[in-house]
């Protein structure tokens, strides 16, 4: 428990160095667009992987499920959009993320810091917490809401394919229900969640990397431990949103 | 100048420094030597400020860098160049971005005037034509020399070197050694350079301190060094055959 607030306390110090004012704003806007593309752009591929086949098999479990004369079959359509805004596009996306960009990072940091680069620049008279870390939250925070969209998309799409191809219900039936009782907010809401997953994931991520100290194992080390704790993270504050948003 | 007043560096409980005091000059290269494991990094980073000490006073030229907060201290470094035991350049730029990147964050200069200094640097340091390749892609003799042109890219008044010759080969050592010698009184620079490797002494010394289980157990200079009766100094200078020759010849 000590251990634990030891730890938490570390993080805020970091975070109050990450997000101290930057030397110069033209090098971080560079190193912005350089990491949306590193951490952003090069995940759309997973992240559309992940939601196709999740938009179908949650279509095709509603299905079977709600096999009942009493039942539209346009609520299939309806509950696939649901668990996709709700919580797949965000949370379990943030989590194969985590898995992915955490991982990424905390080794890349880890790495930096044993090979002697993050001293170099310190020497050098830059704020490495600032310099290495900053660029990446920016980045996520804006680029993950964009993922999430692309998920809930490829996603619903899915569904409709098999709908359409399985033949167990109409796509127009589908369709039908994709648009009933549709509320924009809570598009909203799986946005912000996307933010504060990926501000979760890149800033724990870092701080195990920036503080990883010793060999390759460290690193290894470190990098696990980015990827279980900003995971548990995610389901933690996952709870928290919903708490706040949806009561 | 650089000096330093009773240093004392603590880790886990255990003195790593134990009350070192030292003194360099300005357009000399001086040099910290001892068996591995003696406390010659934990010196050269507790100078710079990456480590905190836990006693003692450090001074570049008058200034008390200890008593420095943290932006006070960003205006020194701007000034100190440091050579890492591994090169510590970034992975992921290429060389010529490593060594703009720091004209980019702490000057207004045109991108072609960086660019000449960038050229200007490689060239002092005989890589002409390296700029785009990755750190992934020297050798290690040639990562050394960039991490070279990295640290006189400001033109810094103190260089401090984490041995910059080990994992060379002798006649590469050489010419490492001699560049830096050669640029240390070319921009009276004050040069602190760590080895355990006696070839350097004997070559570029000028003034050498020797630690030894993280305490000063001798200085002098490379004349004196070998007509010294300290003992743990003597198995560590005569470990190496070219010193022991050196020593007959006298
Ligand atoms: N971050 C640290 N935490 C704890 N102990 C450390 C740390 N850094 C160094 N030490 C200890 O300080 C002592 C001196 O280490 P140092 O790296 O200065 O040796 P060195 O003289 O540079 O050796 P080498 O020639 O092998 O580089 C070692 O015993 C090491 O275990
Ligand atoms: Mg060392």
Known sequence: MIKFFDTLGRYCLLMKKVFSRP????IYRKRIVFEMDALGYNSIGIAAIISIFMGAVVTLQMAINLESPFIPRSLIGYATRETMILEFSSTVVALILAGKVGSNIASEIGTMRITEQIDALEIMGINSASYLIMP?????????????????VIGVFGGWVVAGFTGIMMPDDYIEGLFYAFRPLSIIYSLIKASVFAYLITSISGFFGYYAQGNSLEVGRASTKAVVVSSIAILVFNLILTQIFLT | MIRGENIVKIFDGRRVLDDVSVLFDAGKTNLIIGRSGSGKTVLLKSLVGLHEIDEGNIYFDDLCYTKLDFNARKAVRKDIGMIFQGGALLDSSTVEDNIRLPLDLFTEQSFE????RVNFCLKRVNLPNAHKLYP????GGMIKRVAIARAIVLNPKYLFCDEP???????????????????????????????????????????????????KWWEGTKHDILQSDNRELNDFVFASAMAKRAKANM
Do not use: R
């Not at chain 2, 490492?176 to 040069?191: A, F, G, P, S, V």
């Open chain 1, 136 to 152: 990446k939250i920016v980045a996520t925070i804006f680029f993950f809401p964009l993922l999430t969209i692309l998920s809930m």
């Open chain 2, 136 to 139: 992934a892609e020297l050798s």
């Open chain 2, 113 to 116: 005037e960086k660019m000449e």
């Open chain 2, 165 to 215: 010759n080990s994992g060379l080969d002798p006649m590469t050592s050489i010419v490492i050694d001699n560049l830096i010698k050669e640029i240390t009184e070319e921009y009276n620079i004050t040069t602190i350079v760590n080895t355990h490797d006696m070839n350097s002494v004997m070559e570029i010394g000028e003034k050498i301190v020797f630690i030894h289980e993280g305490k």
């Open chain 1, 23 to 26: 030397e110069k704003w033209s």
